[in-house]
T-cell receptor, first 111, second 112 residues
Framework: GQQLNQSPQSMFIQEGEDVSMNCTSS?????WLWYKQEPGEGPVLLIA???AGELTSNGRLTAQFGITRKDSFLNISASIPSDVGIYFC???????????WGAGTKLIIKP | DSGVTQTPKHLITATGQRVTLRCSPR?????VYWYQQSLDQGLQFLIQ???????AKGNILERFSAQQFPDLHSELNLSSLELGDSALYFC???????????FGPGTRLTVT
């Protein structure tokens, strides 16, 4: 089936650092969604993107819909301890109305 | 709080048993989705219902079934449970025409 490659799989960062993660595919997407999941809880929608090239922010988070429509990026600036969790991307294929999910990026803050 | 509710929060049962998980979508949402998340794994899409009708099927086992009722709440039935069915089960909902899914808090199923 269709796949999204989400990277990195995990990140160890210092508080205050900027963070970047991305999702890529060989397929074209119409919509990109970014979610955050904290342990034992349901994923929470952070940002939704609908147009190629679109750049959208939500506080310290910024996400971009890649120009080729095959990728998306999420950046977190000046990370803080409450940023820890798993970040998932999800994309809606041009050819199918279903969402395809990335495997997640686990963000861990170094003590 | 996403507005999606799921019950029960925790469920412990034995192999071979059958359980029912319940989900109430956000007010006004017609679509309901079910996902399975095993320990430290990603989200596996199981099934989607839209306004009472099955809309899409993912990697749902034959031992699992779901339905959406006229009041739009949904139930996921898991039967002949195996140890490997232990997981978090999430329900999500969305408004008609939107891909933005809003997740409930999940049901943690433990099969012993």
């Amino acid at each position: 089936g269709q796949q999204l490659n989400q990277s990195p799989q995990s990140m160890f960062i210092q508080e205050g650092e900027d963070v970047s993660m991305n999702c890529t595919s060989s397929s074209i997407f119409n919509t990109w969604l970014w979610y955050k999941q904290e342990p034992g809880e349901g994923p929470v929608l952070l940002i939704a993107l609908y147009k190629a090239g679109e750049l959208t922010s939500n506080g310290r988070l910024t996400a971009q819909f890649g120009i080729t429509r095959k990728d998306s990026f999420l950046n977190i600036s000046a990370s803080i301890p409450s940023d820890v969790g798993i970040y998932f991307c999800a994309g809606q294929l041009d050819s199918n109305y279903q969402l395809i999910w990335g495997a997640g990026t686990k963000l861990i803050i170094k003590p | 709080d996403s507005g999606v509710t799921q019950t029960p929060k925790h469920l412990i049962t034995a192999t071979g048993q059958r359980v029912t998980l319940r989900c109430s979508p956000r007010s006004g949402d017609l679509s309901v989705y079910w996902y399975q998340q095993s320990l430290d794994q990603g989200l596996q899409f199981l099934i989607q219902y839209y306004n009472g009708e099955e809309r899409a099927k993912g990697n749902i086992l034959e031992r699992f079934s779901a339905q959406q009722f006229p009041d739009l709440h949904s139930e996921l039935n898991l039967s002949s449970l195996e140890l490997g069915d232990s997981a978090l089960y999430f329900c999500a909902s969305s408004v008609a025409g939107s891909y933005e899914q809003y997740f409930g808090p999940g049901t943690r199923l433990t099969v012993t």
